[in-house]
């Protein structure tokens, strides 16, 4: 191997389903491409997505979207930055204005601020289209700073990124402001289809979820998270479809509810910040990606429809994944043993 | 693509550097392997490699190791839960020979707990050698649960892994007790080199750190955690070297802090949870990963050393990787516009 | 003593400054009210005092003023969720004219919202005039609540509370979306006097400030806070003036930020959260508190003014009182040996 | 009223209950003192205590007690800092002849670090007899400091205290590693009790405790915490017992965890951190503190016991009031309309 030249790291890759999923921006039955080191995953995907499929799909629902930046400004003292952060905040349709000269799918939807000292934190929030969007609004940042800094020469630049954003990084702010897709997947288990397939009971896997996700991460002093393994989902998925995986930091903070209903399983994952996009970097085409490209294709991703449609079609199937697999190793942790065995029979 | 074969998902790859690291660990110049399809990230760890080698190189100092699980088991009440850990934690050495049942690498540590209402959270710290461990872990775990179970039937299980460990999450546990390698690299930028070849000033990359990433990241809500983009190399360097990449989302909440001394800039990058391993899964061998042996082998981890030595080196020259990547985008986001011009000239 | 008479806890009290404060809000040198066992808080604040009067006074700014309550209502599923939660986002203006009813000064300015599963959290946002708020609020979110079980059958109720307000927690949200006022208060300390009246230098503060507050809260995994004692102050100041001191947990969650600007120290603190009202419970009157009534009249908060106004001064007395308690500890913490012995000293 | 001169602050004050607690450390029937100007707060934590004594008595259980400070020192570099980090850890019986001069109550029981770059955060925790501590700690820290600066001559002074400790902040290190008495109070109330006392039932407060306690406070970005206002009434009972009341901010960092059990409710508070003392500062005596002195004698906290024994059970009770402060409210807001009108009812 020469020392300089573009290779590839070949991960394992497979198509895991199908699962049915249900609603409005998704109804149909999809394989999960899924690529990974821990090859276990697949067919703990597999069995969530054929007890998802028995009962009904996933029910999907996409609550939001939207892209962001924030940019650090400084002024004289916090009153000159509130004063300019009032009238900024006042021009949104300029701001607009401004925005489409770097991109016809950028729109500027909502700001907002922080002000720490003489320091003005401006959060910038956009749709973007079927790109997840991390370029988009950084081009569509640099040309708002350069605005403001020339209608409010008492403010000067400090960073075009200034972690307010925030991207790739665990904090609170994302799924409180939104950042990304914002996707709720559901499933209601018969009883009896959760003792014959996941061998266990409702009881146990809401049992399980109250004193794992919800306590176990709190003690551990986790922020706005509550899941068994999220992140796992994420990382595969994103990798078999082009993603910038680095976003999984965010995107695995979601949250498992689950109750028992008239004696059947509800199950949800919800998950407020899926950077996820159908086209830009890493999607197939120059950079020779092609199996990215057949993956989003066999997805149905590839379609024609309004700007959006593609990219929020993904969302909800990258969230129908997590949800299986959770469900999986959720029930699997309900008895004792079941974990390692599973990992010691799927490895070989 | 028949839909069930096992396929790959080639994630573009490059060997990036030369970097000279100095400190016990590693005593070296290597090149870095970065798999991503965020291809602007070569070029701006190139540019963070050569600083650092022109600079002296960057020392790399081991703070600790652990690999963690948690279980989780319930008591009569808290009184009874209090009285089984004190028993319990008095008893290592008994636990460390159930321990090396199961493995003769693992090696039980120390042990830490949790007692909320009548549960009992129980966190088991090991060494691994080479491995990350994962799996290790929780086939020690297991064994460690089984054992409990028989010496303390007033113990029932509840879990095998109870989100107290905890893996994959940004939680403040991990930083706080230590999980994975605990890695600090450090550097000494002369401001002459500072200004050649970072175009900015020591002044400057001290106050974007301030205010970027220590103060944005908390404004965000953050926890534990105070960079750029530790993200986007550890990312890279897992995916490259056969990592369990998921492990990234605890793997980012990393700290740069950074001084003027002298005029000079000290710039230091602190990654307590660093989960890496040089043998286990998606390390090469019968599962074909040929590419992850050849990466491992080029930066020197497949040497014949005392158990540990090949992963603590990996750690390391992780962490090196991070510091030059987050040097390269902090120096850039000092000055407006170079950002985008960057992600602009490398994307194409 | 009978066992349920009322009777009193009497706190020690004591004035301490002038303090000159300047600014739209306050222009004026006001004695600081302290209740606490603490005593050395005294001497403590008063040093800071007399420092920013010298240096010409503590220039506040008051960013934002609101008052909260969460809601939480379940639908059949997210997708319900969702579309009651549109519906509901676009009715504002009929929601204030349920909101008058209750009380002539709460006004809804904004709602957030979280859906979770089925789950629909709603956060109300409201000016509530010169009180805090606490009941004012949540009487018009129960107001609200009817309104919309009523208008939206669809809903049923799950709690009147939701801990997304959030009340006396210590969480993101409120630095967020804005909880109580919001406070700025900067003073810029010529070198010289930092050094004849606090005995350290501005470099040796700026220092301790990231070294403890910023980077020493991180790594305790605070959340959105960075100081090093606002919580004594706040809590003197509130049990002074009549306030809720439970408040005290959110409130003290605020950022030190310093500079050393042209060699002066430049010194603020940014008070997100603070929960405070000038009529409402405690404050003198029927329930006989009338050293509450006398230290308001005291500080000027008890002048016939514009709804509003006599809160906002009060708000922002208290964020001066906390920068000066701050400015003087920190300046302490600079010399070995100085903390103790000022609090030996002053604990005679 | 004379400016300077040091008044008073007559905070409301009643003494509720009594309240039946069994355990260890307590058992016995006592009241509860509860100074506070949100008046409500008596009539409710008083129903708590009614059905806490008719069913039975609260079960408290003592799980830890220390008392921390952090300093912060500096290296050369992270890889003198661990060296000086593995020799101190490694003298701890030294430092205690160190702390003993400082103090015959303080006792030096463990030591936690954080390195960050070249800096070195050394956490000291003791244990501190019936004193909070926290003059204690730094007065032994200090002492401490001296030492390790003369000892290790290749570090150098930064801070005495540097918020790893850490003291009135709400973080998660305490609560991982303890700071002050960690106190777990239970209590299982038959489903009739339930019906006819509280006008509720055991599946509606365990699915509010799970809904707004544990979902809605990590919605809202909580750190370690999941209740609905521990904070009210560890303020009222510190103010009422002479406690440094700042440190509610950590203390109200704490867990409800309930359960159905059998058809009746189980009903547990975990806190973490109680910071309480009954000697030290304003515990009366020379201050003239006469109430606090009373409160703690009427309570049983002043006896002759041996060290420690007083303080202990000064935070069992403490623990207690919390109890049924938090079970009432959670009762009342599982009926629409009940907390208001509670408030409206008890506030005239």
Redesign the interface.
């Known amino acids: 191997?020469s020392?300089?030249?573009?290779?590839?790291?070949?991960?394992?890759?497979?198509?895991v389903g199908p699962v049915r999923i249900v609603?409005?921006v998704v109804d149909d039955s999809v394989?999960l491409p899924l690529?990974t080191?821990?090859t276990p995953l697949w067919p703990s995907v597999g069995r969530g997505a054929r007890v998802a499929t028995l009962a009904g799909g996933i029910?999907a629902?996409l609550?939001d979207e939207r892209m962001t930046r924030?940019i650090?400004l400084e002024a004289a003292?916090?009153?000159k930055a509130?004063a300019a952060w009032q009238s900024i905040s006042s021009r949104i349709d300029e701001m607009n204005m401004v925005v489409r000269e770097s991109s016809r799918f950028a729109n500027l939807i909502n700001l907002?601020n922080?002000?720490?000292?003489?320091?003005l934190?401006i959060r910038l929030e956009f749709t973007t289209g079927d790109a997840s969007g991390h370029?988009m609004v950084?081009?569509a940042a640099?040309k708002l700073?350069d605005w403001i800094l020339g209608e409010y020469p008492e403010l000067k630049?400090?960073?075009?990124?200034?972690?307010?954003?925030?991207?790739?990084?665990?904090?609170?702010?994302?799924?409180?402001?939104g950042r990304g897709k914002?996707v709720?997947c559901?499933l209601l288990i018969p009883r009896e289809l959760c003792e014959r397939r996941l061998k266990t009971t409702p009881e146990a896997v809401v049992?399980?979820n109250?004193?794992?996700?919800?306590?176990?991460?709190?003690?551990?002093?986790?922020?706005?998270?509550?899941?068994?393994?999220f992140?796992?989902m994420?990382?595969a998925f994103y990798?078999?479809t082009?993603?910038?995986?680095?976003n999984?930091?965010e995107g695995?903070?979601g949250?498992v509810?689950a109750e028992v209903r008239n004696g059947d399983l509800?199950f949800?994952v919800?998950l407020p910040n899926l950077i996820v996009g159908t086209v830009g970097?890493?999607k197939g085409g120059s950079?020779g990606?092609d199996?990215?490209d057949?993956n989003l294709r066999?997805i149905g991703c590839r379609e024609e429809r309004a700007p959006g449609e593609n990219a929020r079609r993904l969302a909800v199937i990258c969230a129908a994944s997590v949800l299986c697999g959770e469900l999986s190793l959720l029930a699997a942790?309900?008895n004792?043993?079941e974990?390692?065995a599973a990992?010691v029979k799927f490895?070989r």
Chains 1, 2, 3, 4 share one sequence.
């Open positions: 191997m020392q300089h030249k573009i290779t590839q790291a070949p991960i394992p890759m497979r198509l609603g409005d394989m690529a080191y821990e029910k629902t609550i924030s650090l003292d916090a009153s509130l907002h922080q002000i720490v000292g003489n320091m934190y370029n950084t081009l640099e700073q630049y400090t960073s075009i990124s200034a972690n307010f954003c925030t991207d790739k990084k665990a904090t609170a702010v994302n799924g409180i402001l914002n709720v559901e049992d399980l109250i004193k794992k996700n919800l306590i176990g991460t709190m003690l551990a002093g986790g922020i706005r998270s509550a899941n068994a393994h992140a796992n994420l990382l990798l078999a082009g993603q910038d995986a680095a999984i930091v695995s903070q949250i509810h509800y949800s919800s970097n890493g950079e990606l199996f990215v057949e066999l942790q309900t004792p043993g974990l390692m990992h490895e």
